[in-house]
Structures are given as C-alpha cells and as structure tokens.
C-alpha cells in the first residue's frame, strides 16, 4: 500500500483525555479513533493488526478442531431468564434495548446461553460429543471503567469458544489442549515469554479457572509467579490451600501486575441443565453435557503488545501481528531518479507477495523515519542518493534500529527468511 492512498494521518499528541499508553501510541500513529469512552474504531492499519492476531487464533482454534460459526448480538431475555442471567444483579454489565412494541432485547455480553441453545437442537447421544464452536463476535459490556484504552471497552470483539463433553474427563482432556494453544498463540503474538498460565478463581460457574495473565504495570490484576513452575495464582485464590495443591511455596512467588489476555473456564453442568442439552449415554439415561468456555479479546491483546513492546519512539509490532512485513521509505529530495528506484523496489516487493507499505510521501527524512518509528513496522527499508549510490537499500530492524546493507539482488531472498 502506498503511504499517500492511506486516509489516516499521524499525529504528534494523543487526545488529552487519554490516559493509556496503548491508546495514545494506537491513535497517534493512525490505528484507531476513539469515538467515545471506551468505544474505539479501527482504522485501515489497525484493522490489519486486528485480522493478523485473529488468524493466529482461528489457526491455534481449528487446529485443536475448533468450528467456526457466528452467532448473533440480539439477546432473546427468554433465554437468559432460564439460567437466572437476565437481571442486571446477575450481570452487571447487561446492555438493553427495546423494540418499537416495547419487548426488550439484549446485546450479548457473553454467548453461553445462545450457544447452549443451539448445540441443544443438535447434540442428542453420547456419540455426538465431544464438540467445540467458537467464534469472533462482538459483546457489548457496559464497563464501569473504561481507562485501558483498547484493553477493556464497552463494545469488543471476543473469540469464545465453547466445548461440550459427556463427562468430567472428555472435558479436561481439551481443556488442557486448549491451554496448551493459548500458550501457542501468545508465542506467536510476541507475548508468550512474559505470559502465564494463572490459577483463578471460577465466579459463579465452578470453584477455579485459569487465566492467562501477561506481566504488565498496566494491568489491573496482581498475581504471584513461580517462575520455575512456569505458572502463577491469582490475588483472588492466593491462599494457602490453592499453594499446596499447586505444589508451590510462598517464599519463591514473585508478585506482578497483569492483563488477563484470555481464560479458560469450566461450566461444568450449569448451563447445559437450565437450558435441558442433555444426551443419551450408553444406557439410554438422559445426562447433562459438560461445558467450558474459552475467551479471548483480539483487541486487548493487541493492547497488551502495544503495552509491553513499544519504545520511546512509538510502537514495535512482532512479526505476525505487524500490519506489514515491511516498511518503504523513500528520501528522495526531488530526485525523480530516487522515486523511480523506490517505485521499482515497490512493485518487486509485491510481486514477491511482501507486504510492504511505502512511503511515497514527499516529505522530509526526519519525518518519515519519525513516522516510521511510531508505526512500527519490523523492518525498514530506505532508499536514498546514498543507497543508490552504493548500489543497494539500507535495512533496518525496528525492535533495536541496526541498519544493514543489501544489494537489491539480495533483498527478496533476505525478507523471506
Ligand atoms: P475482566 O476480568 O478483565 O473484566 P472477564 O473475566 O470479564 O475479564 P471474560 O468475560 O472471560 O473476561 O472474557 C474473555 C476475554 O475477553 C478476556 O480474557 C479478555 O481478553 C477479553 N475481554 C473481557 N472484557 C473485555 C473488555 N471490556 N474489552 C476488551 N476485551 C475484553
Ligand atoms: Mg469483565
């Protein structure tokens, strides 16, 4: 994409009313546009940011035999009065509406009452589990704080994904599966080395569940970290029963603040009983399935990146997040022979399939590197007089702005590794 078809422009300040570092890098370098508290828009570039980590995820998801659907954000209150969740004692955060005649409906803060009725119609036998669905769909929540930037918002997309087993071992057996793909995914998403699986407590739906917390000051939770165990405890279940049968001792816990970037619940039979998906074992005897849910926010996690791998100068994007593989600017002073080669160096890029953006603006050095640096993007490449003149382009990481010099018979073959 070239830099002057995009619409969105950089800025230098942040709206003053936004308190939160990813926020303000986010909307300054033109990914999103905060429309009011806690309801944020996605830009061209943020949306690719948005779609790269959803890929990681629907890739981890499938992988594990995930099955995508996407179910809807009206709420049926029928629905949500049979498992005693319609009132907004029993969820806070409830958006309502009504329609012209004057019912009511809900937008969906969470889908397992939707889920559950639908998997109803079509699980039957015990030879029709186990099966996982899960989907990217918007929830709306009204938070009572919204100071997180993107990482906690009244509207939001969430990949749930819902599991539904004939028994407490099925069950577990993809339960841990799927911590173990949470774990990929946070790998993959650059966030992996400071994220822990995090002994919490279940709510209303069982005793424990785990989240997994990534250590940042920006978090609003504190956990405890055993850094050899590679797992932490939650503030919430920070008590000596949970320690022993974690097999963990106070003394080596490490205390940290943390962003919940995703969680995996048990729902044991709560809602499978309140809304009758029950299934005929081998006996013919009518059994409630088991559940558990399976949540992640695409947006806090990008929050939560922007959180941890920004600098000084803006925003350091990991390589399977990033919006482009590759950042092309061009310093060209008016020399048409300058544009020439840059242009050249575009469409070699993009035939090769590379993701580049380019910066055709004509504008100053200072500037474009300035804008670079605060978009992000891993890899920059320059081309200048003095490039040309040195028969090559200038490569420069993002992450810690080692230039490197490649001749342009070299640069395809160096990008793809
Ligand atoms: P929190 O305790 O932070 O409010 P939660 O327990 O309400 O989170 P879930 O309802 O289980 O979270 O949602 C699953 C995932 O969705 C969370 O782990 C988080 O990544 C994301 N998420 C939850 N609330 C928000 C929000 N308001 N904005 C953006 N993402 C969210
Ligand atoms: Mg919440």
């Known amino acids: 994409m070239r830099h002057t078809q995009l619409f969105t422009k950089t800025r230098k300040d942040a709206p003053k009313d936004e308190v939160s570092k990813n926020a303000q890098l986010l909307i300054r370098a033109g990914y999103v546009r905060k429309e009011l508290a806690g309801v944020y828009a996605y830009l061209p570039l943020g949306l690719r940011v948005l779609s790269n980590i959803q890929k990681i995820i629907r890739e981890e998801m499938n992988a ?16 949500w009065q049979k498992t005693d969740r319609w009132s907004d004692e029993a969820i806070d955060v409830w958006f309502k509406t009504t329609l012209k005649d004057g019912g009511e409906l809900g937008l969906a803060p969470t889908h397992e009452e939707p889920i559950t009725s639908l998997m109803q119609e079509y699980i039957s036998s015990y030879k029709d589990m186990p099966k996982y669905v899960y989907q990217f769909q918007t929830k ?3 938070e009572l704080r919204a100071k997180s930037g993107i990482m906690r918002t009244r509207e939001f997309i969430m990949k749930d994904l819902y599991s539904f087993s004939r028994d407490e071992a099925q069950f577990r057996e993809f339960y841990e599966k799927c911590a173990e793909a949470y774990a990929r995914i946070f790998k993959r998403a650059g966030i992996g080395d400071k994220t822990f699986r995090t002994f919490a407590s279940g709510g209303s739906f069982s005793k424990f569940s785990d989240e997994f917390q990534t250590i940042c000051d920006a978090g609003e939770d504190t956990i405890y970290i055993d850094r050899k165990k ?18 963990i001792v106070k003394s080596e816990l490490e205390e940290a603040k943390a962003i919940e970037v ?23 005897k009518e059994i409630p399935a088991v ?3 399976y949540g992640i926010g695409p947006a806090r996690l990008m929050g939560t990146i922007v959180e941890l791998l920004s600098d000084a100068k803006g925003i350091v994007w990991p390589k399977e997040v990033a919006p482009f593989a590759v950042h092309l600017v061009s310093i060209t002073g008016g020399n048409d022979e300058i544009v020439a080669e840059a242009d050249r160096i575009y469409d070699m890029l993009t035939e090769h399939g590379i993701e580049v953006l380019y910066d055709d603006r004509d504008a100053r050095a200072g500037e474009k590197f300035a804008d670079s640096d605060l978009i992000g993007i891993p890899t920059r490449l320059v081309i200048s007089e003095k490039t040309m003149a040195q028969g090559g382009i200038e490569v420069v990481a993002r992450a810690n ?17």
């Open 64 to 79: 594990i035999g995930g099955q995508e659907l996407s179910m809807t954000t009206l709420q049926n209150p029928a629905l």
């Open 140 to 142: 709306f929540r009204n």
């Open 230 to 247: 590679g797992i932490a405890v939650n503030k919430e279940v920070y008590i000596d029963e949970v320690l022993a049968e974690l097999g």
């Open 262 to 284: 995703g969680n995996i619940f048990p729902l044991g039979t709560r809602f499978s009983e309140a809304l009758g998906l029950t299934y005929k074992d081998e006996s013919g």
């Open 291 to 293: 559940m558990g849910s």
């Open 401 to 417: 702005g080692t230039p490197t010099f490649v001749a342009d018979s070299g640069l395809i073959e160096l990008l793809q590794n």
